[in-house]
């Protein structure tokens, strides 16, 4: 049996009973007949991970809910999560000051300043909210603190008045959750809906997952690092249409990579469509335990629990897999991806030839720019900043480039973005600090930065040029998303690649070399200087690790990030209601948190309020990136009193429904298929044919008592796992999404709002379908007669008359997912559970 399906059935072993139990049991080792299954288990994790902004809104449903328990005369103290909830404070960190060495210091100051208001909120939950820890900014990024300081791969936990050791089985608010997986920690990321659920004592149903094998042999080439082997899985998966599967790593070659490399890859789950990207333990797991400074103790529990219960790593073992793949991770080569999508696989020489695709033509050429400059380069993300051999390669190829005077172009914004505060320590004793500051790395701060979008400005240079049309600049980053749009609004071109080749980008300054051939700059004596000249050996690698790393670094510099004077200066109330301010544009009580929120499922004709096509991100739907100056919705902030200038980025008005609402679909980059060409976040109100804001539409429909839908191509809430996507459709009053097909975390969130997913059949897409305004579209889907991946017919009324009549299928996995509609999402199934416990305890006690 694959590693994962042991742990779920632990898990499932440890937490069902009588039958039910006995009937995922069962359905587990009847998996092992046929690789796959349809029957549904129950999972219950034993924490669970939130960082800033998707525990923002999550903490405002429940101050919301305790605002509704209040009113139905119920203490709202008694609403408080049951399991440990984990908040990193890190995707709010944007990089305003750059290439000088107090800019960790600016840009944290900023940021406090700048979500003050949010961050005395969070303040208020974890001391009105019992379970709810907080790691302020500058502790690192939520996946990193989880490796380094939360994990412990075998938990200790009282039970029937007994210790009894347990793996730790975590879930988390952030699509990279997997990256704990590398060291043999199961866990994968949910909605934030999905959490609240897990968090108020409900388990996740699963239907048992397929899982992909995939085999590692070999051992990577010299100058091939953890990055390039998780962009080879990443195209590869993709390759073979991976789609939500778990998938388990297994053969000779997983030896060969240290946990802090399995790590990377597994981070990258969700680039490759899996759920997971899991590493079994071994003795690499538990030199990362040592290297991170756990205790002896609890090393030996890791491997006396692991090797006793069979979970240890064999890597002679071929557990049966529902499909497998093999990787040889000798043919491994260096490589990039981009540059608009993360499966897409280039050799590092390639990126020219990818970019001459573009055929961009500048206006004017520039006298200095090239026609495609680097204008950012940024060593970030939680996926290629926790593995310290990364950073330290990083730096070599700084260190050599400084050497031969090297520096970088004037127009490149260069940063280094470290999960953790320990990499100050590792760089520093490793003599790298200077080396990286001296080309422009200086350390931004600890936090998400430029991987989540909070890139800062462009250069100003770059800014003027790219408007004029003279240029086309290109981000070139060790992060694990490239969408047009995503790193900055005004980038839509960005490459991923690893940390030291990001420092040779910012060097060469023009995306256009191929440094493969080119020479990435002239020396100070102007001889070339090529790539492999400053390419750093495996050995020296090594050498600095071993000057570089000491265990006691992780634990003190965290506890010494967690006594940030500057948080701990936030005065925040702590009644266990929130105080909401009626002025404020930044949190306010959303109208869904109701025990009367009502179903949307039903009988019904709607209106196609968008129609949109393939591969729609969370981004495209709820963007986070920086709030535009000249956009309706700085318009509505501006008119409440909020400084135009000053705005802020959408992530952080995550509390804030009805700022959300008019940002749902805020994307240059997204087309309505209705009518393509409409201005920003606009479509077409049917009747009228008026062109308005589509919150405004959305809002015409509702009063007209009219239904609304969504109609979308394959692969439909890509990207992040955000929940504002879905919460964003519910205030627009989008009953139904109909799409090819769905992201898995998606498609929870939008059960998680009552949203019914719609799977449409092949032929149905909307290319095929060619909606216009007019056309209605009629949905048969009442309660009743609602099954988990049920026939739902589907019925296009045309404007002129003719009608075309179809199934759809429910992208709705499990019973308790119809129960979730039927209630019209999870906020109102909390409050009734908790409402119902407490009519039984008054009636109990009369
Ligand atoms: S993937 Fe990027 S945005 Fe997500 S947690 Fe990691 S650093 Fe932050």
């Known amino acids: 049996m694959p590693v994962v399906l042991r742990l779920l059935l632990e898990n499932a072993l440890r937490n069902m009973r009588g039958p039910e139990r006995d009937a995922a049991v069962g359905a587990l080792f009847q998996w092992l007949e046929t690789g796959t299954s349809e029957s549904e288990i129950a999972f219950q994790p034993g924490r669970v991970l939130m960082h800033d902004t998707t525990s923002t809104p999550a903490l405002v449903d429940i101050a919301a809910m305790r605002d509704a328990l209040a009113e139905a005369d119920v203490d709202p103290a008694r609403l408080n999560p049951v399991l440990p909830v984990d908040v990193s404070v890190d995707h709010s960190l944007a990089v305003e000051a750059y290439a000088r060495p107090d800019a960790a210091q600016q840009n944290i100051g900023h940021e406090i300043r700048r979500n003050r208001e949010r961050y005395r909120f969070l303040r208020w939950a974890s001391q009105a909210l019992q379970r709810v820890r907080i790691s302020p900014p500058g502790t690192g990024i939520m996946h990193t603190i989880n490796l380094e300081q939360l994990a412990t791969v075998v938990r200790v936990e009282p039970s029937d008045g007994q210790a009894w050791a347990v793996p730790d089985m975590m879930i988390g608010t952030d699509s990279h959750t997997p990256m704990i997986n590398g060291i043999g920690v199961l866990g994968w990321g949910v909605g934030g809906l999905e959490a609240q659920t897990v968090m108020f004592g409900m388990p996740t149903m699963l239907r048992i997952p397929d899982v992909?094998?995939?085999?590692?042999?070999?051992?990577?080439?010299?100058?091939?690092?953890?990055?390039?082997?998780?962009?080879?899985?990443?195209?590869?998966?993709?390759?073979?249409?991976?789609?939500?599967?778990?998938?388990?790593?297994?053969?000779?070659?997983?030896?060969?990579?240290?946990?802090?490399?399995?790590?990377?890859?597994?981070?990258?789950?969700?680039?490759?469509?899996?759920?997971?990207?899991?590493?079994?333990?071994?003795?690499?797991?538990?030199?990362?335990?040592?290297?991170?400074?756990?205790?002896?103790?609890?090393?030996?529990?890791?491997?006396?629990?692991?090797?006793?219960?069979?979970?240890?790593?064999?890597?002679?073992?071929?557990?049966?897999?529902?499909?497998?793949?093999?990787?040889?991770?000798?043919?491994?080569?260096?490589?990039?991806?981009?540059?608009?999508?993360?499966?897409?696989?280039?050799?590092?020489?390639?990126?020219?030839?990818?970019?001459?695709?573009?055929?961009?033509?500048?206006?004017?050429?520039?006298?200095?720019?090239?026609?495609?400059?680097?204008?950012?380069?940024?060593?970030?993300?939680?996926?290629?900043?926790?593995?310290?051999?990364?950073?330290?390669?990083?730096?070599?190829?700084?260190?050599?480039?400084?050497?031969?005077?090297?520096?970088?172009?004037?127009?490149?914004?260069?940063?280094?973005?470290?999960?953790?505060?320990?990499?100050?320590?590792?760089?520093?004793?490793?003599?790298?600090?200077?080396?990286?500051?001296?080309?422009?790395?200086?350390?931004?701060?600890?936090?998400?930065?430029?991987?989540?979008?909070?890139?800062?400005?462009?250069?100003?240079?770059?800014?003027?040029?790219?408007?004029?049309?003279?240029?086309?600049?290109?981000?070139?980053?060790?992060?694990?998303?490239?969408?047009?749009?995503?790193?900055?609004?005004?980038?839509?071109?960005?490459?991923?690649?690893?940390?030291?080749?990001?420092?040779?980008?910012?060097?060469?300054?023009?995306?256009?070399?191929?440094?493969?051939?080119?020479?990435?700059?002239?020396?100070?004596?102007?001889?070339?200087?090529?790539?492999?000249?400053?390419?750093?050996?495996?050995?020296?690698?090594?050498?600095?690790?071993?000057?570089?790393?000491?265990?006691?670094?992780?634990?003190?510099?965290?506890?010494?990030?967690?006594?940030?004077?500057?948080?701990?200066?936030?005065?925040?109330?702590?009644?266990?209601?929130?105080?909401?301010?009626?002025?404020?544009?930044?949190?306010?009580?959303?109208?869904?948190?109701?025990?009367?929120?009502?179903?949307?499922?039903?009988?019904?004709?709607?209106?196609?309020?968008?129609?949109?096509?393939?591969?729609?991100?969370?981004?495209?739907?709820?963007?986070?990136?920086?709030?535009?100056?000249?956009?309706?919705?700085?318009?509505?902030?501006?008119?409440?009193?909020?400084?135009?200038?000053?705005?802020?980025?959408?992530?952080?008005?995550?509390?804030?429904?009805?700022?959300?609402?008019?940002?749902?679909?805020?994307?240059?980059?997204?087309?309505?298929?209705?009518?393509?060409?409409?201005?920003?976040?606009?479509?077409?109100?049917?009747?009228?044919?008026?062109?308005?804001?589509?919150?405004?539409?959305?809002?015409?429909y509702r009063d007209a008592g009219e239904s609304v839908v969504l109609v979308a191509g394959e692969r439909y809430g890509t990207g992040s796992s955000r929940d504002w996507a879905a919460k964003g459709q519910r205030l627009l009053g989008i009953r139904a999404v109909l799409a090819l097909s769905f992201e898995r975390i998606h498609r929870s969130n939008l059960i998680g709002m009552g949203i019914l997913p719609l799977r449409l059949p092949p032929d149905m897409g909307p290319s095929a379908l060619q909606l216009q305004p007019g056309d209605r579209i009629e949905i048969g889907a009442p309660a009743p007669t609602l099954q988990p991946r049920g026939d739902v017919p589907v019925c296009i009324h045309r404007k002129d008359g003719r009608v075309q009549r179809s199934t759809g299928r429910a992208a709705v996995e499990t019973k308790l997912e119809t129960e979730l509609l039927e209630c019209g999402g999870v906020i109102p199934a909390i409050l009734r559970k908790t409402l119902a416990a407490e009519q039984g305890k008054r009636l109990a006690q009369a």
């Open 212 to 700: 992909v094998g995939v085999e590692l042999t070999g051992i990577l080439p010299p100058g091939v690092l953890a990055t390039d082997l998780a962009l080879t899985v990443t195209q590869r998966l993709r390759g073979i249409g991976v789609s939500g599967e778990f998938v388990e790593f297994f053969g000779p070659g997983v030896s060969t990579l240290t946990a802090g490399e399995r790590a990377v890859v597994a981070n990258m789950a969700p680039e490759y469509g899996a759920t997971t990207g899991y590493f079994p333990v071994d003795e690499h797991t538990l030199t990362y335990l040592r290297q991170t400074g756990r205790g002896r103790d609890a090393i030996e529990l890791v491997r006396a629990y692991m090797q006793r219960t069979g979970l240890w790593f064999d890597p002679e073992a071929r557990p049966r897999y529902t499909r497998t793949i093999h990787i040889d991770l000798d043919d491994v080569g260096m490589h990039v991806a981009g540059p608009r999508r993360p499966q897409d696989l280039l050799s590092y020489g390639d990126i020219a030839c990818s970019l001459r695709k573009a055929a961009f033509q500048p206006a004017q050429p520039h006298a200095e720019l090239p026609r495609y400059p680097v204008a950012i380069a940024a060593i970030t993300s939680c996926t290629n900043t926790s593995d310290p051999g990364l950073l330290m390669a990083a730096a070599l190829v700084a260190r050599h480039a400084r050497a031969r005077g090297l520096t970088v172009p004037h127009w490149v914004k260069t940063s280094l973005g470290p999960g953790s505060p320990a990499a100050a320590s590792y760089l520093r004793r490793a003599g790298l600090i200077e080396d990286l500051s001296a080309v422009g790395f200086d350390i931004v701060g600890y936090g998400c930065t430029t991987c989540i979008g909070n890139s800062g400005p462009l250069p100003d240079v770059i800014a003027r040029e790219a408007r004029a049309g003279n240029i086309h600049p290109v981000a070139m980053l060790s992060g694990n998303r490239n969408f047009p749009g995503r790193i900055h609004p005004d980038l839509e071109l960005g490459f991923l690649m690893s940390p030291p080749l990001v420092v040779a980008y910012a060097l060469a300054g023009n995306a256009e070399l191929d440094l493969a051939t080119d020479p990435v700059a002239l020396a100070s004596d102007g001889t070339p200087v090529y790539l492999h000249e400053l390419w750093p050996t495996r050995q020296e690698i090594r050498t600095c690790l071993d000057l570089g790393l000491q265990a006691g670094d992780f634990q003190r510099d965290f506890l010494m990030a967690l006594r940030n004077p500057l948080w701990d200066e936030l005065d925040a109330p702590s009644s266990p209601l929130f105080p909401w301010d009626p002025a404020s544009t930044i949190l306010r009580r959303p109208p869904f948190a109701s025990v009367d929120a009502g179903s949307l499922l039903g009988h019904y004709i709607a209106h196609p309020l968008l129609v949109v096509g393939d591969d729609i991100t969370t981004d495209h739907i709820s963007p986070a990136s920086a709030i535009p100056a000249d956009s309706l919705v700085a318009d509505f902030l501006v008119a409440r009193g909020d400084d135009r200038d000053d705005l802020n980025v959408f992530a952080s008005r995550r509390g804030n429904w009805e700022v959300m609402m008019r940002a749902a679909f805020h994307s240059k980059t997204l087309i309505n298929l209705l009518r393509p060409g409409m201005p920003v976040a606009h479509t077409v109100h049917a009747s009228s044919g008026d062109v308005a804001p589509i919150w405004a539409v959305a809002q015409r």
